[in-house]
Nanobody, 116 residues
Framework: QVQLVESGGGLVQPGGSLRLSCTFSRTIFGISTMGWYRQTPGKERELVAGIISGGSTNYADAVKGRFTISRGNAKNAVYLQMINLKVEDTAVYYC??????????WGQGTQVTVSS
């Protein structure tokens, strides 16, 4: 079973930056999509950013221009660079990977708190 491990979360002031990382315990073959989601208490998990195998990316409107998703050269990691963070970005962030065999993998989540 593949494990995804997130890191890089923490407490940051509004306007600050964080870089989240998600590494895989082993190579995942046939990756179709990588993404970052976030969730706050009482709300459903929402897609923040995604990247498909061809390299195209998509972002939630709330984070466009501030967040950037990228993947490792060996496609064994996915990153989320976040700048100009806002209080409303506070959430638990999860990475997600799906492969062409209809399997999906979630990380355990990392807390991002934006507060002064």
């Amino acid at each position: 079973q593949v494990q995804l491990v997130e890191s890089g979360g923490g407490l940051v002031q509004p306007g600050g930056s964080l870089r989240l990382s998600c590494t895989f315990s082993r190579t995942i073959f046939g990756i179709s999509t990588m993404g970052w989601y976030r969730q706050t208490p009482g709300k459903e998990r929402e897609l923040v950013a995604g990247i498909i195998s061809g390299g195209s990316t998509n972002y939630a409107d709330a984070v466009k221009g501030r967040f950037t998703i990228s993947r490792g050269n060996a496609k064994n990691a996915v990153y989320l660079q976040m700048i100009n963070l806002k209080v409303e970005d506070t959430a638990v962030y999860y990475c997600y990977v799906a492969d062409v065999y209809a399997s999906g993998y979630w990380g355990q989540g990392t807390q991002v708190t934006v507060s002064s």
